[in-house]
């Protein structure tokens, strides 16, 4: 048990509606083709993320050795659908960049997408922060659950976005989840998130969850996240604390390292890694 705790899992964390240009730098689609191909000739192992929580946590099999995993943030088309970006020409989606990466290397991979559950909210989102496209929607998820090539878990009911005319948390500030510090607010965006997301893909159960701006209040990680794990059926949290995540983490703030953030470039992701 004491070795398995001790193992380091890097979380490698994209937001598929970065699309700033055609350059690893500003474009994660980018940047994940790349990665995944040097992941590959230095040996790592993809694993799922919920496989890598069983392993650290909860005496789950052993992982391979140099295991990472990889998550999605928002839900968004681009994490499923190949699509034509109006600015910087077709993007493979991100799905379909782990399709390649699988068929070239003959190699497991998986990611994680954390979605924003509520249809009102990421069709609002789509308007404010996307082009009003329908570029948000969920009919992708179901299938991707069946594939077994993405999973779907929580970002939260709505993200508690700035952008949104009225949020899950009612009066409370917008544009933060560190400031969710009462009962009422975070069974509205954690545990109504769970259900929903339960309602509309019963095939699978909602166990991993990532804070919305990689934030959290003391509240949700000391108190609401353990003590009504019964009814948000969640058995992990992450955060964006950048470093490798270890069994000997509190794990309802688990670390994740974010693209663009943390590294790059391939050089940096590397130096990033073998800091790890």
Not at 50 to 67: E, H, M, Y
Not at 144 to 173: K, M, Q, W, Y
Request: hydrophobic fraction near 45%.
């Amino acid at each position: 048990m004491s070795d398995a705790r001790a193992v380091a899992v890097p979380v490698l964390t994209y937001h598929a509606m970065n699309v700033n240009g055609r350059a690893y730098a500003d474009n994660d689609h980018v940047a994940l083709a790349r990665d995944l191909d040097w992941l590959h000739a230095h040996d790592w192992r993809i694993v799922p993320l919920r496989t890598a929580v069983s392993a650290l946590f909860d005496g789950g099999s052993p992982l391979p050795p140099r295991s990472c995993a990889i998550t999605f943030d928002d839900g968004s088309w681009f994490d499923w659908y190949d699509l034509d970006h109006p600015s910087h020409g077709r993007q493979r989606g991100m799905a379909g960049i782990l399709r390649d990466f699988r068929d070239r290397h003959g190699a497991d991979v998986h990611a994680t997408s954390f979605v924003i559950a509520s249809p009102e909210a990421r069709a609002e989102l789509d308007r404010s922060c996307m082009l009003g496209t329908g570029w948000w929607g969920h009919e992708w998820w179901a299938a991707a659950e069946a594939e077994g090539l993405v999973a779907i878990e929580s970002h939260s009911f709505d993200h508690n976005h700035h952008t949104l005319a009225a949020t899950a948390v009612r009066d409370g500030p917008k544009g933060r989840f560190d400031t969710i510090v009462d009962e009422a607010a975070a069974e509205a965006e954690i545990v109504a998130a769970s259900r929903w997301l339960d309602d509309l893909l019963p095939m699978r159960r909602t166990r991993l969850f990532a804070y919305p701006y990689g934030q959290s209040s003391r509240f949700l990680r000391e108190d609401f996240l353990p003590r009504r794990a019964a009814d948000h059926g969640l058995v992990a949290a992450f955060g964006t604390e950048p470093r490798a995540m270890r069994g000997t983490d509190a794990r309802w703030n688990l670390p994740r390292f974010v693209c663009g953030a943390d590294w790059r470039s391939v050089d940096e992701l590397s130096r990033l890694l073998a800091s790890a």
